[in-house]
């Protein structure tokens, strides 16, 4: 009869001592007794195999190589986004603008070359009233070219996330870039050749069937997930990129509002197109494709892709994981509403009695509003990540902008207006935090299918925003232009709470998924022995 002795887990195959694991080998004798008591004695060689669960590490070469795609990856895909919303901000400023000049044209109203005089010295003035009857329109026109483009980028950003999971970040990014150039040669174009309005509507329509800037930014935020593993170096980089945009913007704005001043509306819209231009050809030949792709790709699914991003909420993970995917959703709606309506907002109100502010002013206060703000808050985000988690610095930022609404609301001197960015410097930081968060919840496989979750609800915020925002300014126009930002202040206070209720029931990356098990095997390699 034979006997045998075997540690516990014998079936698993031995590891190759250059992938992380190694084997020791002995001599040991199985004795074998007959029938007759006599001991024959026979030796064996048993390996004994410790497991290392550790994974392999990349060789130099493979480091270096890593290494020279992240920052190539960082650099242009700054370089992207910055020359896309370069050309887009501002076309979205000048827009209000141009829809009130060419409106004004139409009436036979005082129109200088580039701006129509729309203030007078009393709330019944006619031309006072007049204004308040153009500058209505013009936000009801705003509005309905916002559906154009909104519409058909929720339906495309349904899917874009799970294509660039499957194919890459590259094509998407190279799509969304190209709507927007062809969205800017169209508004050019209606400028220069004086094209009826609603040929708006065909360059809204084009961009938004190319998803827009969401999906850009889709592939882009992506990208930053890719080479950024960690949550705190994600969050870090998603607000450089969101201030290098800010600050890009802001020189547009102001070149732009002095142009509109100085020449008229053909030349700043040449200048949108231009950089459209670069952002599309940088995406074309220069952005680097971050996702490892396989050769064995999974086959793409719209329906399949819908499931995934609704999984977040309703079947990955436990309830509490889910809601708190629903949380930071919650939240970012909210805080985006804030960024998507501004600037179409504060060029009317600017426009308007008592200020009366030129294109150019207007240019410089959006330039250094935005400019200070987002430099400013980049600076104190890294400061305060030293001391706090970024989850308190996103509260923390809600409460504050929320405050400087408030304030803008009732401004009544233009030195009042610089008091609105001081007060909401640390605001410009809750978007990017929660994009972060939202990141670092998600697999790295699932990183397309996560931020087209955030872009479809980017795009939800653009249809709520630019409705509340403009039909609340069309309707209080005439008695209080100012109430529009208690709204905006009340969206920034919904977020601020429900912030806290995030940080009662947040799950943090990696909870539920044993990952502390992980670890511990990591650290305790374990034995097997095979004869």
């Known amino acids: 009869m034979d006997s045998e002795n075997r540690l516990p887990n014998a079936n698993q195959e031995k590891s190759d001592p250059q992938n992380g694991g190694h084997y020791e080998s002995f001599h040991s004798a199985v004795m074998n007794s007959d029938e007759g008591g006599e001991t024959i004695g026979s030796s064996s060689t048993i390996e004994v195999t410790i497991q290392n669960t550790k994974p392999t590490t990349p060789s130099d070469e493979q480091q270096i190589q890593n290494k020279k795609l992240k920052w190539k990856a960082t650099v242009v895909g700054i370089l992207v986004p910055v020359m896309y919303f370069a050309g887009v901000i501002p076309s979205d400023t000048i827009a209000p603008q141009y829809l009130v000049h060419r409106l004004s044209e139409e009436r036979g109203l005082n129109v200088t070359s580039s701006r129509v005089v729309l203030c007078g010295n009393l ?3 006619p031309v006072v009233m007049q204004a308040d009857e153009l500058e209505s329109e013009a936000s009801d026109l705003n509005l309905n070219y916002s559906y154009a483009l909104s519409g058909p980028a929720l339906i495309i950003c349904l899917f ?3 294509f660039s999971d499957t194919f890459g970040r590259r094509p998407l990014l190279i799509i969304s870039t190209l709507g927007g150039l062809i969205r800017m040669i169209l508004n050019m174009v209606i400028v220069k050749f004086n094209l009826p309005l609603w040929v708006f509507y065909i360059g809204s329509a084009v961009d938004g ?7 850009m930014l889709l592939a882009i935020f992506s990208s930053i997930a890719d080479v ?11 607000a450089v990129l969101t201030a290098a945009m800010a600050c890009d913007t802001s020189i547009f704005s102001i070149v732009t509002g002095f142009l509109i001043d100085s020449q008229g509306f053909f030349s700043p819209s040449i200048l949108c197109a231009g950089a459209t231009a670069v952002a599309f050809l940088g995406s074309l030949f220069l952005f680097p494709e971050t996702f490892p792709v396989t050769e064995k790709r999974a086959p793409f699914s719209v329906f399949g892709n819908i499931k995934r991003i609704s999984g977040f909420f309703l079947f990955t993970g436990t309830i509490r994981k ?4 629903a949380l930071c959703m919650a939240i970012f709606f909210f805080s985006v509403m804030n960024v998507l309506g501004l600037n179409k907002i504060d060029p009317l109100y600017q426009l308007h009695e008592p200020f009366c502010w030129t294109s150019l002013e207007i240019g410089i206060y959006l330039g250094a509003r935005l400019a200070g703000q987002f430099l400013l808050g980049l600076v104190l985000l ?7 988690k970024v989850e308190l610095i996103a509260l923390l930022g809600a409460f504050l902008q929320a405050g400087s609404y408030v304030v803008e609301a009732f401004v009544i001197k233009n030195w009042q207006f610089a ?13 990017p935090i929660v994009r972060g968060i939202a990141s670092s919840l998600a697999d790295s496989k699932d990183q397309g299918a996560i931020f087209s979750s955030i872009a479809v609800v980017e795009v939800l915020c653009l249809v709520v925003s630019n409705t509340s925002l403009l039909k609340v300014y069309s309707a209080t126009v005439a008695t209080m232009p100012g109430a529009v930002y208690l709204l905006l202040a009340a969206y920034s206070a919904a977020a601020a709470l429900l912030l806290i209720v995030f940080l009662c029931v947040r799950v943090e990356p990696g909870e539920g998924t044993t990952y502390e098990t992980l670890v511990e095997a990591d650290q305790k390699p374990q034995k097997t022995i095979k004869s």
């Open 419 to 431: 008091l609105v960015p001081v007060i909401g410097i640390l605001g410009t930081t809750v978007v």
């Open 228 to 238: 950024n593993p960690e949550k705190t170096s994600r969050v870090f980089w998603i």
């Open 322 to 325: 889910k809601l708190t995917f």
């Open 160 to 162: 874009f996330g799970g």
């Open 382 to 388: 890294r400061l305060l990540q030293l001391c706090i």
């Open 209 to 215: 069937l190319s998803g827009s800037f969401y999906t």
């Open 123 to 125: 709330t019944t003035d």
